[in-house]
Structure formats: structure tokens, C-alpha cells
């Protein structure tokens, strides 16, 4: 395969990847680093523009360097000048989330890293430590490591299974949901051990087993045995999956970090497109799964779906963007999987808390459709379809034009068709009554420039 390949193969991961050369001062001491290459995944985990930050800085990118950020500098300098491979967990303002950063150097001075959200958002306390949840399993783990240090145990062999698509579960069906995968897994993976085996979690969707005198074939089938059994189990209708790689020691010399990182290294490999795969499916189960709890939404999300189409038709949209606005209008509320059927059914009209619920399904929306790379357009409009033109919407408070067009196109549609539906709290509106609030609202709640194309549209077809 050639290098386009590859380069394709990074740019579309739903890894975060960035390529980095370190930068020292005229007596070999490291104060900087400069992008040389960043996906998409990168910008969106680290809220960076991904195709600005080339060729920039981290000094400019980060015009602040934190205490954070000049320990994190450290260890990228020692990778990169002394070579090897470090992992690190920092948590980010950005997504208020835990990051993973896999830290490698192929070249002197130059580095990659490879960042994961670990799905662990801030609770409590919490900003102060890196990694203290899996102390103790990486204690048992080394003492583990240290015991089965000896010729009588090899061929040992390492294996490394990592959960697909765990942050999306959690993300749609909320925290009980990732307890109830990680346990199934867990169960799973015990079955495959011994009793004198060991297993740990060492991450928040990671596991490691060690297998004492087990080969290469009997491997190949202990892990062929796992992929098939996690198979089989779902959740909320969505199959579970994991991505697993294992490396082998076989003999007491072999260095255990270079079988560690072999048995990761091969784990990641199947990730990319594993992992990728199994999100795609679970979003279309996800959105099955909400118009089988909900008649309605599925109703109204077909209808946003149509109107978006004829509105960019008559706009003249490329058939590609058509096309991106019919998906986008039938998943536009993808993100209500995580609101309460109860609420999402209630015959009366919403109150208090039951609104905060219901306003959080932009964000949860976004979250679900950005684990996949495919639709990170899409969700960033699912993210927007709820600002207003005023400024005074949700979830960020966006105004005018700060408003992606296709988003602004969404709330129209999405509007006209809950008034014009049939609704158990609010009077049905005619389509008549309809364009009046559209036009009523102009300026305030939707782009006035569309509002207008909206309702020639509408009176045309009429």
C-alpha cells in the first residue's frame, strides 16, 4: 500500500493523531514544539482548528503555558530527544473530559501522539490528578508482571482488549450503561482465564490478560473465542464490540515493555476500523431505538427531513449538501435517546426540570454523531439546531451568521413541522397560521433571509 493510503487512513481516523517536532534553544533545552501535521479527530478533541495550527507553535496555539502544559511539554521532549513511548492522561477545558495521550518517536526531535477520550468527565475533586482510579490494578498488574518474570512461565502471552464504542453508549443510554457493558465484557474475558490467569482493568474501556504458557495458535483462538462471545451480547439492541491485540514473550529475556507495546500497537490496528464500524452501526440502532420509544419523533423527524431537502433544492444546493441536509434532519434529535420516554411522551405541556431534560439533546446529539467521523458535520449542525438568531438559544447562545447555515435551515423546518403536527399540549396549527409565526419570528428566532424563502416554498407547493 502506498503513503496515500496511510494519509488517508489518519486523516479519517476517529483517533486523534498530530505529528510534532520539538523545539530546543541554542543549548539543547526544549521550550516549544511546532505542529507538523493534525486530523480532524485531533481539532475536535482538542478544540483547535486542525488546518491552522500547521506550522504554528504550541507557545502561539496555547499563548498561555499553564503548569499543565509545561509537565505535559517535559514529557513530549523526552520521548521525542531520547526516543521510546510514554502514556499520559490529561483533562481537557474543552470537552471537560479525560484525554489519553499516547506519546511515540520514530525520528529524533520529532514526535506523534495519538489522544483518546477516556469518557470520564470532572467529578468532584478531581482536576488535581492525572490518574488514581486504577491504581490499584496496575499495582496488582506489575506485581503480576513481576512474578511471571521467570522461563517457566513462557510462552506468555499478553492480551489487550479495548470496548468499542463505550463513550457512545454512555453517551445515548447514560452511566448505567457503561457498568452494565464493562461487566458483561469483564465476565466474558474470565471465562477465557485460568485460574492462576490474570485480568485487570487497567483504563476506563480497557482490559489486559496474561496468559501463562499459551503460544501464538492457542492465543489465536482464545481471542477468536472472545470476539465471538461479545458478539453475541447486546445492549439496548446494540451488539457489543471490542478491539483486541496480543504479544507474545517467549523467552525470559524478551523485554515485557516491547511485548506490551506490540500487543497495544496491534489493539489500536483493529480500533481504527472495528471501532469505526461498530459506531456507525450503533447510531442507526440508536435512532431506531428512539423512533420505536417515540411515534412522533419519528414522524416529525421525517418531515424536518423533507423540508430541509426542499428548501436547499430551491436554494440550489449541491446534491452532496442535499444530501447531508436529509441525514442531518432525520437525525437532528438523535439526541433525545437520552431523555426520559416518559418526558418524550408526556400528553401535558413540559415544566421545570422536564425542559432542562429535553434542552440537553443538542449536546447529547453531538456527542453520539461525533464519535464518527463521517458525521462530524452533521453534528456540529445537530449542535446548532436550537440557536437562535438573536443569540438567545441553547446551547451556546450563538447570533446571526455565527449560526451555520444548515443549521439555521433545521430550526425552520424543525419548527414548522411541530406546529403544524399533531400535538397533545399545543393547538395544531394550518399551515397558514404556521407562516405567520415563521414570519412573526424573522429576525428574531430564524434567519429572516431564509424565513422568506421558507415561505415562498411553502405557498408555492400550497
Not at 506490540?262 to 440508536?286: P, V, Y
Not at 431505538?289 to 428548501?311: A, D, G, N, P, Q
Not at 419548527?415 to 419570528?441: G, H, Q, V, Y
Request: aromatic residues 8%; negative net charge; hydrophobic residues 40%.
Amino acid at each position: 500500500m502506498d503513503n496515500t493510503f496511510y494519509k488517508q487512513l489518519i486523516e479519517s481516523s476517529p483517533i486523534a493523531y498530530a505529528y510534532q517536532r520539538i523545539i530546543c534553544d541554542e543549548e539543547g533545552t526544549p521550550f516549544d514544539y511546532e505542529f507538523l501535521e493534525a486530523n480532524e479527530a485531533f481539532g475536535e478533541l482538542s478544540g483547535l482548528d486542525h488546518t491552522k495550527i500547521i506550522g504554528n507553535f504550541a507557545s502561539k496555539v496555547l499563548p498561555i503555558m499553564k503548569d499543565e502544559e509545561i509537565k505535559i511539554l517535559s514529557i513530549f521532549a523526552d520521548v521525542a530527544i531520547n526516543g521510546g513511548k510514554k502514556e499520559i492522561e490529561i483533562f481537557s477545558e474543552h470537552t471537560k473530559h479525560w484525554h489519553k495521550i499516547d506519546v511515540y518517536s520514530l525520528e529524533k526531535d520529532y514526535f506523534i501522539t495519538f489522544i483518546t477520550d477516556t469518557g470520564r468527565a470532572l467529578v468532584h475533586d478531581e482536576s488535581s490528578k492525572v490518574e488514581v482510579d486504577y491504581k490499584d490494578q496496575l499495582e496488582k498488574l506489575q506485581d503480576e508482571l513481576e512474578k511471571l518474570d521467570n522461563q517457566k512461565y513462557v510462552p506468555l502471552t499478553l492480551i489487550m482488549v479495548d470496548i468499542n464504542g463505550l463513550k457512545l453508549s454512555i453517551d445515548a443510554f447514560g452511566d448505567g450503561a457503561g457498568e452494565i457493558i464493562l461487566k458483561k465484557v469483564e465476565e466474558i474475558l474470565k471465562k477465557e482465564c485460568r485460574s492462576d490467569d490474570f485480568i485487570a482493568r487497567i483504563g476506563e474501556d480497557e482490559f489486559i490478560m496474561l496468559l501463562t504458557r499459551v503460544d501464538s495458535s492457542h492465543a489465536e483462538k482464545i481471542v477468536f473465542r472472545i470476539n465471538s462471545a461479545i458478539s453475541k451480547e447486546k445492549f439496548n439492541n446494540v451488539s457489543l464490540s471490542v478491539s483486541i491485540g496480543f504479544a507474545i514473550k517467549q523467552n525470559e529475556n524478551d523485554n515485557m515493555n516491547d511485548v506490551f507495546n506490540r500487543a497495544e500497537e496491534e489493539m489500536f490496528r483493529h480500533s481504527i476500523f472495528e471501532g469505526a464500524n461498530m459506531k456507525r452501526k450503533a447510531i442507526d440502532i440508536i435512532l431506531d431505538t428512539l423512533f420505536e420509544r417515540s411515534k412522533r419523533e419519528m414522524i416529525h423527524s421525517k418531515r424536518v427531513s423533507e423540508y430541509c431537502v426542499r428548501l436547499a433544492t430551491k436554494m440550489n444546493f449541491t446534491d452532496k449538501e442535499i444530501k447531508r441536509l436529509r441525514l442531518t434532519g432525520l437525525m437532528h434529535d438523535i439526541g433525545k435517546i437520552g431523555v426520559d420516554a416518559k418526558i418524550l411522551n408526556k400528553e401535558k405541556i413540559l415544566i421545570g426540570d422536564e425542559w432542562h431534560e429535553i434542552m440537553k439533546h443538542p449536546e447529547i446529539g453531538h456527542r453520539i454523531l461525533s464519535s464518527v467521523n463521517e458525521l462530524t458535520d452533521v453534528s456540529e449542525i445537530v449542535l446548532q439546531h436550537h440557536e437562535k438568531w438573536n443569540g438567545k438559544g441553547y446551547p451556546k447562545g450563538l447570533k446571526g451568521e455565527e449560526i451555520s447555515l444548515s443549521a439555521r435551515i433545521i430550526a425552520i423546518a424543525d419548527a414548522f413541522s411541530a406546529m403544524t403536527s399533531d400535538r397533545p399540549f399545543l393547538k395544531t396549527l394550518t399551515e397558514e397560521e404556521a407562516i405567520a409565526e415563521i414570519e412573526f419570528c424573522a429576525g428574531v428566532q430564524f434567519d429572516p433571509h431564509l424565513s422568506k424563502i421558507f415561505i415562498e416554498m411553502i405557498k408555492e407547493e400550497s
